[in-house]
């Protein structure tokens, strides 16, 4: 293979993985709210991890609302959701 098709090849690798959004962590729960994190590609709390927050708030009756996002030091994002 030449040197140009194995960075063609890369390139693409990486475009494939931009376009994939990953399982989202959720890193702290108190039980009056959760934190969901989502990788550096996941700027907005997308439907996943939404789904994530509505699973956890939903084990004790109660249900998910969206509160904020910040970013973290690794390029992560943390999403609040308030247990309602």
Do not use: W
């Amino acid at each position: 293979m030449s040197g140009m098709m194995v960075k063609l090849a890369g390139i693409v690798a990486l475009l494939l993985l931009a376009g994939c959004e990953s399982r989202p962590l959720v890193s702290d729960y108190n039980g009056a709210s959760v934190k969901v994190q989502t990788d550096m590609f996941t700027a907005e709390p997308g439907e996943s991890a939404l789904a994530e927050a509505r699973r956890i708030c939903g084990a004790t009756g109660k249900r998910a609302g969206y509160a904020s996002t910040r970013a973290l030091p690794d390029y992560n994002h943390e999403h609040l959701y308030l247990c309602l």
